[in-house]
DNA sequence: CGGCGAAGTCAAAAAACTTTGACATGATGT
DNA sequence: ACATCATGTCAAAGTTTTTTGACTTCGCCG
């Protein structure tokens, strides 16, 4: 699988809300549990669609969530 | 394929850049001119990373390029 | 100790996204 | 009229994301 280069704050989104465990982000979200665990240990990027519900949920923009390095310089 | 709910301004932003083509656009984030196409009509939404590198060549925040309804009341 | 909840791993299948290539249309220019 | 460019459509193959289910680990409570 390809790595990706987005990275998150999911985790410490959730626990600045009550302790949101993975498993109900996942349920109002929509998603499964592995796909929480797997976004946010930077897997792989979601679909923009839920990277919208994820930020959603913590009344947050997509900006804020989600982080985009530079790309100046990276040669893989 | 499921619909999307997730709208764009993807085709006002290229005129706003200088007449900038589907082609064009396409070279410039590294995909084929169909994604473009596709994801311009609105037939699915890209992947985040993908989404970054649009809103960069346009120099735009995601939430500038990409806008998610509010979600009350749909039940399909 | 035994059980429970939260987090994590693995693998295979399903669904969504992306590419490739071939072709059609309308507008523009020569 | 003919060539060209931008846009669009269709379908099949390829890749990435999401789901399903079974199984582990750690910390905590009773």
Redo the contacts between chains.
């Keep these: 699988m390809k790595p990706?280069?987005?990275t998150n704050s999911i985790r410490s989104l959730r626990f600045a809300h009550g302790q949101m465990t993975q498993a109900d982000l996942a349920n109002r979200i929509g998603v499964t549990r592995q796909t929480v665990i797997a976004i946010e240990q930077g897997r792989y990027?979601?679909?923009?669609?839920m990277?919208?519900?994820i930020a959603?949920v913590f009344g947050a923009?997509?900006?804020d969530v989600?982080q985009?390095p530079d790309?100046t310089g990276e040669t893989p």
Tied chains: 1, 2.
């Design positions: 990706t280069r987005v990027s979601p679909s923009l669609e990277a919208f519900q959603r923009a997509l900006d989600f985009y790309s």
